[in-house]
């Protein structure tokens, strides 16, 4: 028996087969499943049932994973006390929204690469709400999302936020928001619900919010004279030094995006704890 075939074990377990785990692991189907009949021999016992659904554990594989959950505890501690960072190995997997991949991202992924040159990174930009159903599915190993994520089997680590500004084209004249298109971020985020419903509020159901989840299309849609759009300051600095764009206002002022690097506490990963904490660092760095 050994911690490689414990680990795989943990993940079928985890995932609820073979195909999953094989994802998560960076391993092949073959190699999953190997390592679990090695692991019933050397117990002489059946550790899963297959069910319409997946896997399911026997009452030997629920005795196991208490264990194994234990020793991969202690096997991450080892790592975060005692081992090498620069050695570790295996696919990480990032997920992040658009706002945090147009801000501080590439820094983030600098900073881990140093910290951890021969851990394999995979990156996954999308909206907030997409992010958070890939961790919760454990399709994500840590997620730079609008947050935090209410459950408990999730750690949240706050990161700096975002504020928004009112920004038209700078020779567009006094806007009637009534009669100008609004762009806000993707259908199904905060911010597009948050400024649609304002909108509705002041002037009726007749605006026209366009959505996006491309933040720099979305500005340069603004600069163009297509729509106005409340967006990060930090974002459309460039625009705004260009004399492409120039803030307004709109009446009302959309809330602050509040971020954090979320991850899971089960089963334990240092490589989450400590990308969170390089994320918290890099973040505060950038937009300090």
């Known amino acids: 028996m050994t911690l490689d075939q414990l680990r795989t074990f943990l993940w079928v377990a985890r995932l609820g087969g073979v195909r999953r785990a094989a994802a998560r692991l960076n391993i092949s189907q073959p190699a999953v499943s190997g390592r679990i009949a090695t692991l019933e021999q050397a117990l002489c016992q059946t550790l899963f049932q297959r069910r319409p659904g997946g896997l399911v554990l026997t009452r030997h594989g629920q005795m196991l994973l208490t ?12 790592r975060k006390r005692v081992a090498d ?37 995979d990156l996954t930009v999308d909206i907030s709400v997409n992010l958070r159903a890939a ?25 700096p936020s975002f504020d928004l500004q009112w920004y038209k084209a700078s020779d567009m004249g006094e806007v009637d928001l009534a009669r100008v298109p609004v762009i806000s971020y993707a259908t199904r985020t905060r911010p597009h619900r948050e400024v649609s419903e304002a909108l509705t509020q002041r002037h009726g159901p007749g605006v026209r919010v366009y959505s ?6 979305s500005l340069q849609m603004i600069a163009a004279g ?19 764009i120039a803030p307004f206002d709109a009446g009302f002022q959309p809330s602050p995006l509040q971020f954090t690097a979320s ?3 089960e089963p334990r990963s240092y490589l989450a704890e400590r990308g ?12 300090g």
């Open 135 to 159: 961790l919760l599915e454990r399709g994500l190993d840590l997620a730079f999302l609008m947050g935090p994520v209410s459950d408990f089997t999730v750690e949240n680590v706050a990161l």
């Open 85 to 121: 960072p620069s050695e570790a190995q295996g696919l990480f997997r990032i997920g992040a929204s658009e706002t945090i991949a147009q801000s501080w991202l590439p820094a983030f992924m600098k900073a881990f690469s140093d910290a951890f040159p021969r851990v394999t990174l």
């Open 276 to 287: 969170a904490e390089i994320a918290q660092a890099v973040a505060g760095e950038w937009c």
């Open 67 to 78: 264990y194994a959950e234990q020793m991969l505890f202690v096997e991450e501690e080892i």
């Open 212 to 217: 996006s989840a491309s933040l720099s299309a």
């Open 226 to 244: 297509v729509a106005v759009g409340a967006y990060p300051h930090a974002l459309a600095r460039g625009l705004l030094e260009a004399g492409a």
């Open 263 to 265: 991850y899971l506490t």
